[in-house]
């Protein structure tokens, strides 16, 4: 049963959005909603599931959030935004900022060997040649360290920084650096001990000052057992039982997998993904930065999940999503971002076998799926020119022969002895004769300017980026 629903529209930052007030209150955003949040209360119903809280973003809003079911069970403490979850492995993302962070102030780079700034983070090698491992490595889980610092998961007690320092030299790394994509608590782990000795500031402290702080996460924090948390349970046994989970300490894992977070919270650290611009204020990183954390480094072997500087990357049919997921005693946790439409979709739980992942992708099929075309915004099109249709013909060159042929108020390029006419490259129009050369790949010059040279009142020439064709008579 759902309980006390609570629907939010927040802004996140002090600058104003426009049309954001109309895409909460689209009437496909307000349908979607609907039919997710029936599809949810199945779920809750039929799984017995103490509780979820879901928010979906776009750019600078929070444009919905709701809370379902039971933050405790027992005192029938509704579920409502202002819940806190222990976020688990979402932490990483907030790991691999602090990181960037202290690369754009100059005090590491990702390159680094992870010994320039923890001389003691020496042990065997997998393999004689391996050479060190590097920062970048520790973010992208290219590292081939084992996956854990111990058996934590079973007993619960996680290493302090101390027992993992003292436990480096006895260890030996699973695979070569760069092998393959390989998950590592531990890597993250000892990247948070990077942010401490380049920073010169407890991990704690560096995340509240320098992410927290600027983006307004107010109820966040890390490895504390601060009021209003969600309680934590374990799976649905058999008899139907559910474990309550007490507070679980990371200590010296917290940078992996430590931090305690909002949906509200989340929301904002979501937005700063969208925004452009050099650092500073609430912009947390510079757009250059995040374009680097959201770029694939490393992938699994089926090339269509992998790893960015923190953020997980996945491939779902023609989208492209970057975000993270997490498990920690008594909480499950799941974020999908879709950059091209800045929407993002947050999905907490307080329970171990809610799946939030499939949560978050029914939300972003539905109520991200109505935002995204709520909130696009049609880019401002170049009038067309009939006069335009001159640059229509053959054009021949050393290499080949090139066609522009004029459809309905556009034109395309095309190979003419190509066996198909898959993927024609559409000419956008820029203006003054000038095109955008448009394809579905990057091999040839996409994005640079297409032009045409006339003399004698005739077309001569094609430039393509730097080349040129001359135009068959």
């Given at each position: ?107 590491v780079r990702l390159d680094d060997p992870v010994e320039r700034h923890l001389p003691w983070f020496r042990m065997a090698p997998a393999g ?217 979709v947050i999905v907490l739980t307080n329970t171990n076998d809610s799946d939030p992942g499939g949560i978050a992708r029914q939300l972003m ?6 935002v995204l075309k709520a909130g696009a915004t049609k880019p401002v099109a170049v009038a067309w020119d009939p006069a335009w249709g001159r ?83």
């Amino acid at each position: 049963m759902r309980l006390a629903p609570l629907a939010v529209l927040a802004a996140l930052t002090c600058a104003p959005v426009l049309g954001a007030q109309s895409v909460a209150n689209h009437p496909d955003v307000l349908g979607a909603e609907r039919l997710f949040s029936a599809w949810l209360e199945g779920q809750i119903a039929y799984k017995q599931l103490p509780g979820v809280v879901v928010g979906v973003v776009h750019d600078q809003q929070l444009v919905w959030a709701q809370g379902f079911g039971y933050a405790d069970l027992a005192a029938k403490r509704p579920m409502t935004p202002q819940v806190k979850f222990r976020m688990a492995s979402h932490s990483k993302l907030f790991t691999a900022t602090a990181i960037m962070q202290l690369r754009e102030q100059g005090k590491v780079r990702l390159d680094d060997p992870v010994e320039r700034h923890l001389p003691w983070f020496r042990m065997a090698p997998a393999g004689e040649d391996d050479g060190p491992i590097t920062i970048e490595q520790l973010l992208s889980h290219s590292s081939g360290l084992q996956r854990e610092a111990g058996d934590h998961w079973t007993t619960w007690a996680f290493p302090t920084a101390a027992e993992l320092r003292s436990q480096m030299g006895q260890r030996q790394a699973a695979l070569p650096p760069m092998t393959r994509w390989k998950y590592s608590n531990l890597a993250y782990s000892v990247a948070g001990l990077v942010v401490e000795a380049a920073s010169g500031q407890r991990y704690a402290d560096y995340v509240g000052q320098r992410i927290f702080g600027p983006l307004g996460m107010t109820g966040s924090s890390v490895d504390a057992d601060v009021p209003g948390m969600a309680t934590g349970y374990g799976r649905r046994m058999p008899d139907g039982t559910r474990e309550v989970i007490p507070f679980v300490d990371a200590r010296g894992m917290g940078a992996a997998t430590g931090i305690t977070s909002t949906v509200e919270d989340m929301a904002r650290f979501v937005s700063a993904q969208f925004r452009r611009g050099p650092a500073g204020g609430d912009r947390i990183l510079s757009s250059a930065s995040l374009r680097e954390m959201h770029r694939v480094r490393s992938l699994e072997e089926t090339w269509t999940t992998g790893n960015g500087i923190g953020f997980s990357v996945s491939r779902v049919g023609d989208r492209t999503y970057v975000g993270h997921g997490g498990s920690y005693p008594g909480y499950t946790t799941q974020t999908l971002i879709q950059l091209d439409g800045r929407v993002g979709v947050i999905v907490l739980t307080n329970t171990n076998d809610s799946d939030p992942g499939g949560i978050a992708r029914q939300l972003m099929q539905t109520v991200g799926a109505a935002v995204l075309k709520a909130g696009a915004t049609k880019p401002v099109a170049v009038a067309w020119d009939p006069a335009w249709g001159r640059f229509a013909g053959l054009y021949r060159g050393r290499f080949g022969d090139q066609q522009v042929v004029l459809l309905h108020e556009k034109l395309v390029l095309i190979t003419p002895n190509a066996p198909t006419l898959d993927g024609p490259v559409e000419l956008v129009p820029l203006g003054g004769g000038r095109f955008r050369f448009t394809a579905p790949t990057g091999g040839g010059v996409v994005g640079e300017v297409v032009r045409f040279e006339e003399a004698g009142g005739r077309v001569t020439r094609m430039y393509t980026g730097d080349s040129w064709v001359g135009r068959v008579p």
